[in-house]
């Protein structure tokens, strides 16, 4: 059963340790916001569209006059966008030259469970040998939980030096987003920055005449922070603390920076026409949370119009003043810039931010336009309406803190990630309730299905609960409900805690789908 979310709200919430970078930062506003590229197939013969990845070391001039060598998909953070159609399937390549074992996961995707990324379903660097684990798991960037990345695991599904992913991407028009989910190092592994954007288009989209073209932004938002070389610094996560009664690891609640990027850019600018822009947000941040507001000059808020979610369009516009982003989170916002004066400046803030986590970027407004945009009030006509008579199963899980293997971590109905374990089995076509509750802040992700949220706290969901989501932010102490249909694929799949430090310190469970 679930413990009431008054006694869990009592606990004191577990609050994350924010690195500071040891390098100057640059002022806000002044680093143009770049916009990732486009990646262009390598065939489209046959129906398919293929693509071919290298993940390699490189290095990037994220601060200014500042080298900060990274992880990354084809040299670049955040890796090539990739643009594709509902309904026409893309084969990706990965090939491995980093120094780790590697998984891609295409977050929000409808995957066939080969495909999906399973967190020992590893690509093998070309250079790298099965008894070189130690030198993987020690370095400052390493992690302590201590698995191997499921190495040694001898039920781990075969590993290969490149590895061919399927996406069908029968799916509605959304922003989805690839990165690394390696079994243990999925968090140290995505800061330094394996992630990318996916974005799938359809028809019905196309239709509807939102602002489009370069009134269209993907703003990847993540933190990090900056070592005195000019490399990412992360913690190395120290067992020994967690494994000691009564010592939390500070690490434990998750790792922030002190530095927020938008699309790889510290605190960037862009110029805008005085014009509707459609903003494709996604919080891709490791632990960090963001309530997000754009303050023009003299302290007035604009309109943030959602016009969709995690998993596409909603039935009809909401709007906000303020939205709250978990990690992982996507929202598809539209903005009118139209009343701002020539030459006037809107900030995107941060209202959970304190400092310099308080700014997120600004658009600067240079020019009136015509524009033919427009936001029509019914946006789509056909998202799933399940209803908790539909459901044949509710089932329970608690998200909170607990013992792991390697210590304090985190676990889900009380038990941390096995690999070996079916946690959840689910009938294909089955419509499930899922009651969950937090200690602290979790954002709970499924893979494979959209979801919708039921209730927050017993009460109606929020204004940003809306449409069909594929990660619900929990709040500290709050019981929330969600309502899905397993339908697509069969076979293993994964629900987890977003916040990637949580999902590395066993904040994960298997969901098998039959
Ligand atoms: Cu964004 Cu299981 O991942
Ligand atoms: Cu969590």
Same mark, same amino acid.
């Given at each position: 059963?679930?413990?009431?979310?008054?006694?869990?709200?009592?606990?004191?919430?577990?609050?994350?340790?924010?690195?500071?970078?040891?390098?100057?930062?640059?002022?806000?506003?002044?680093?143009?916001?770049?916009?990732?590229?486009?990646?262009?197939?390598?065939?489209?013969?046959?129906?398919?569209?293929?693509?071919?990845?290298?993940?390699?070391?490189?290095?990037?001039?994220?601060?200014?006059?500042?080298?900060?060598?990274?992880?990354?998909?084809?040299?670049?953070?955040?890796?090539?966008?990739?643009?594709?159609?509902?309904?026409?399937?893309?084969?990706?390549?990965?090939?491995?030259?980093?120094?780790?074992?590697?998984? @891609?996961?295409?977050?929000?995707?409808?995957?066939?469970?080969?495909?999906?990324?399973?967190?020992?379903?590893?690509?093998?660097?070309?250079?790298?040998?099965?008894?070189?684990?130690?030198?993987?798991?020690? +370095?400052?960037?390493?992690?302590?939980?201590?698995?191997? +990345?499921?190495?040694?695991?001898?039920?781990?599904?075969?590993?290969?030096?490149?590895?061919?992913?399927?996406?069908?991407?029968?799916?509605?028009?959304?922003?989805?987003?690839?990165?690394?989910?390696?079994?243990?190092?999925?968090?140290?592994?995505?800061?330094?920055?394996?992630?990318?954007?996916?974005?799938?288009?359809?028809?019905?989209?196309?239709?509807?005449?939102?602002?489009?073209?370069?009134?269209?932004?993907?703003?990847?938002?993540?933190?990090?922070?900056?070592?005195?070389?000019?490399?990412?610094?992360?913690?190395?996560?120290?067992?020994?603390?967690?494994?000691?009664?009564?010592?939390?690891?500070?690490?434990?609640?998750?790792?922030?920076?002190?530095?927020?990027?938008?699309?790889?850019?510290?605190?960037?600018?862009?110029?805008?026409?005085?014009?509707?822009?459609?903003?494709?947000?996604?919080?891709?941040?490791?632990?960090?949370?963001?309530?997000?507001?754009?303050?023009?000059?003299?302290?007035?808020?604009?309109?943030?119009?959602?016009?969709?979610?995690?998993? +596409?369009?909603?039935?009809?516009?909401?709007?906000?003043?303020?939205?709250?982003?978990?990690?992982?989170?996507?929202?598809?916002?539209?903005?009118?810039?139209?009343?701002?004066?020539?030459?006037?400046?809107?900030?995107?803030?941060?209202?959970?931010?304190?400092?310099?986590?308080?700014?997120?970027?600004?658009?600067?407004?240079?020019?009136?336009?015509?524009?033919?945009?427009?936001?029509?009030?019914?946006?789509?006509?056909?998202?799933?309406?399940?209803?908790?008579?539909?459901?044949?199963?509710?089932?329970?899980?608690?998200?909170?803190?607990?013992?792991?293997?390697?210590?304090?971590?985190?676990?889900?109905?009380?038990?941390?990630?096995?690999?070996?374990?079916?946690? @959840?089995?689910?009938?294909?076509?089955?419509?499930?309730?899922?009651?969950?509750?937090?200690?602290?802040?979790?954002?709970?992700?499924?893979?494979? @299905?959209?979801?919708?949220?039921?209730?927050?706290?017993?009460?109606?969901?929020?204004?940003?609960?809306?449409?069909?989501?594929?990660?619900?932010?929990?709040?500290?102490?709050?019981?929330?409900?969600?309502?899905?249909?397993?339908?697509?694929?069969?076979?293993?799949?994964?629900?987890?805690?977003?916040?990637?430090?949580?999902?590395?310190?066993?904040?994960?469970?298997?969901?098998?789908?039959?």
């Amino acid at each position: 059963g679930l413990t009431s979310a008054a006694a869990l709200a009592r606990r004191p919430a577990i609050t994350g340790a924010e690195l500071r970078s040891a390098v100057p930062l640059p002022p806000p506003f002044q680093v143009p916001l770049p916009l990732p590229a486009v990646l262009k197939p390598v065939s489209t013969s046959g129906g398919v569209d293929r693509y071919e990845i290298t993940q390699r070391e490189a290095v990037a001039e994220i601060l200014p006059g500042v080298r900060t060598p990274l992880w990354t998909y084809e040299g670049t953070f955040p890796g090539p966008a990739i643009e594709s159609r509902r309904g026409r399937p893309v084969t990706v390549t990965h090939r491995n030259e980093l120094p780790v074992p590697t998984v @891609v996961h295409l977050h929000g995707g409808r995957t066939p469970a080969a495909s999906d990324g399973y967190p020992t379903d590893l690509v093998l660097p070309g250079h790298w040998h099965g008894d070189a684990v130690g030198d993987v798991t020690s +370095g400052a960037m390493g992690h302590d939980t201590g698995h191997g +990345g499921g190495m040694h695991d001898p039920r781990a599904a075969v590993t290969r030096l490149t590895r061919d992913y399927t996406f069908p991407l029968d799916q509605r028009a959304t922003l989805l987003w690839y990165h690394d989910h390696r079994m243990d190092f999925t968090a140290p592994a995505i800061w330094r920055g394996l992630a990318g954007l996916h974005l799938v288009r359809d028809d019905a989209e196309d239709a509807l005449g939102l602002p489009a073209g370069p009134r269209e932004l993907p703003l990847m938002i993540a933190d990090r922070a900056f070592d005195a070389d000019g490399g990412l610094a992360y913690p190395a996560l120290d067992p020994t603390l967690r494994q000691r009664p009564g010592v939390r690891e500070p690490y434990l609640a998750g790792v922030l920076g002190d530095v927020i990027l938008v699309n790889g850019a510290p605190w960037p600018v862009h110029e805008v026409d005085a014009a509707r822009y459609r903003l494709r947000l996604l919080n891709a941040s490791n632990a960090r949370h963001y309530e997000l507001e754009a303050v023009a000059d003299g302290g007035r808020r604009l309109d943030l119009v959602q016009i969709g979610s995690d998993q +596409g369009l909603l039935a009809a516009p909401v709007t906000h003043r303020l939205l709250p982003m978990a990690p992982a989170e996507r929202y598809d916002v539209v903005i009118d810039f139209s009343g701002v004066p020539i030459g006037g400046r809107v900030r995107i803030v941060n209202r959970l931010g304190s400092g310099r986590t308080r700014d997120v970027m600004a658009f600067r407004v240079a020019r009136r336009a015509p524009d033919g945009s427009r936001v029509p009030g019914t946006l789509c006509a056909d998202l799933p309406a399940w209803r908790r008579s539909d459901a044949v199963r509710v089932r329970d899980f608690s998200f909170r803190a607990g013992r792991t293997h390697a210590g304090h971590g985190w676990v889900i109905g009380g038990l941390p990630f096995d690999p070996a374990r079916a946690d @959840v089995t689910a009938r294909l076509g089955d419509v499930e309730v899922w009651r969950l509750i937090a200690d602290v802040h979790h954002p709970v992700h499924l893979h494979l @299905v959209g979801f919708q949220v039921l209730s927050r706290g017993g009460r109606p969901p929020l204004p940003h609960d809306a449409g069909l989501k594929d990660t619900i932010a929990l709040r500290p102490g709050e019981a929330a409900e969600i309502i899905t249909r397993f339908d697509g694929y069969r076979g293993r799949y994964l629900f987890h805690c977003h916040n990637a430090e949580h999902e590395d310190m066993g904040m994960m469970a298997n969901l098998e789908i039959i």
